[in-house]
């Protein structure tokens, strides 16, 4: 039995069920629970949901991005990842350098009109082309800010040095697997003012047990419908990979949320998910002949046997 699958519809009953109705930064509604946590045993498979289709390329350059430590969506662009383009286009739009229509409230807007949403992605388009081509608007408006792969690779301490807490958590498990400090942090009080989007998944934790390698992060905030199911795929993919290099195999991935919402706009969507029959999960295969995490490319993780039903359409809360 799928209980990947399971473990998370579970949730998604749950919360229609008992969360309550809450206002949010974005204007569109949610409805929300305060706590809760998931368990996914990765030895049964990779934990990516089939209840829907979910795009696993994505996952994996948006993971690639972090781990390079790099901040600036003309990577994502490059391989066609487009989840973080509205964070970087708002940027764009609130500067005094945009001399174009109205975008204000463009997320909620785009939704409501066809007509602004026709202007909408007309602005947006030139934005991403902007950002592949032109080197200076890149620079200034292609970097998101100090967001996860800064954090990651290179936190910034109150000494003036910076710390790769990737690679400190690579040799940590290598030198003494049972530390207790195997944690990355990205989220930084004095850097919440540089980051268009402060880290939502914001803390996560390695620990070793009999040669199997478990990891828990932690969410501030979480988007069940569109960004969940992203989550728990890109975190169980980063424990596969840390496993890889240090010899291990793969044990549990568990999932600690604290407001945990679903928005109001993907209700109808969530009930779609809801009728479904989970499938069997897909696995992994990781190219053997890279010796280092840093070293993959999109084309090194192959995923198998994925057969999911289809994709469920929803918009973004920006």
Not at 118 to 128: E, F, G, I, P, S
Not at 154 to 162: H, I, L, P, Q, V
Request: hydrophobic share 35%; aromatic share 12%.
């Amino acid at each position: 039995m799928n209980q990947a699958d399971q473990t998370y519809l579970d949730l998604c009953r749950y919360i229609l069920e008992n969360g309550t109705k809450k206002e949010d930064r974005t204007g569109t509604g949610t409805i929300s629970i305060f706590g809760h946590q998931m368990r996914f045993n990765l030895q049964e498979g990779f934990p990516l949901l089939t209840t829907k289709r979910v795009p696993f390329k994505l996952i994996v350059s948006e993971l690639l991005w972090f781990l390079k430590g790099d901040t600036n969506l003309r990577y994502l662009l490059q391989n066609n990842n487009h989840i973080w383009d509205e964070w970087g286009f708002q940027k764009w739009i609130e500067s005094d350098d945009y001399k174009g229509p109205d975008m204000t409230n463009f997320g909620l807007r785009s939704q409501q009109d066809e007509e602004f949403n026709t202007v909408y992605q007309a602005q947006l388009k030139l934005y991403q082309e902007k950002v592949l081509e032109d080197d200076e608007f890149t620079k200034k408006y292609g970097d998101l800010g100090n967001v996860y792969g800064k954090q990651w690779r290179s936190w910034e301490g109150a000494n003036g040095k910076t710390y790769d807490q990737i690679l400190y958590i690579i040799k940590e498990i290598k030198r003494n697997p049972d530390s207790r400090r195997l944690l990355c942090n990205a989220w930084s009080a004095s850097e919440l003012e540089n980051q268009q989007l402060p880290p939502c998944h914001y803390a996560f934790q390695f620990y070793v047990n009999e040669g199997k390698l478990s990891c828990m992060f932690n969410m501030r905030s979480n988007d069940v419908f569109l960004g969940l199911p992203f989550n728990i795929a890109s975190y169980a993919l980063l424990t596969h990979l840390i496993a890889y290099e240090c010899n291990l195999e793969v044990g549990e991935l568990i999932y600690t949320g604290a407001d945990v919402h679903i928005y109001s706009n993907h209700i109808d969507q969530i009930k779609i998910q809801l009728e479904r029959e989970p499938r069997e999960l897909p696995n992994i295969k990781l190219n053997a002949n890279r010796t280092s995490i840093f070293d993959f490319g999109i084309e090194d993780i192959e995923l198998i046997g994925y057969h999911p039903h289809g994709a469920i359409k929803a918009p973004v809360a920006v």
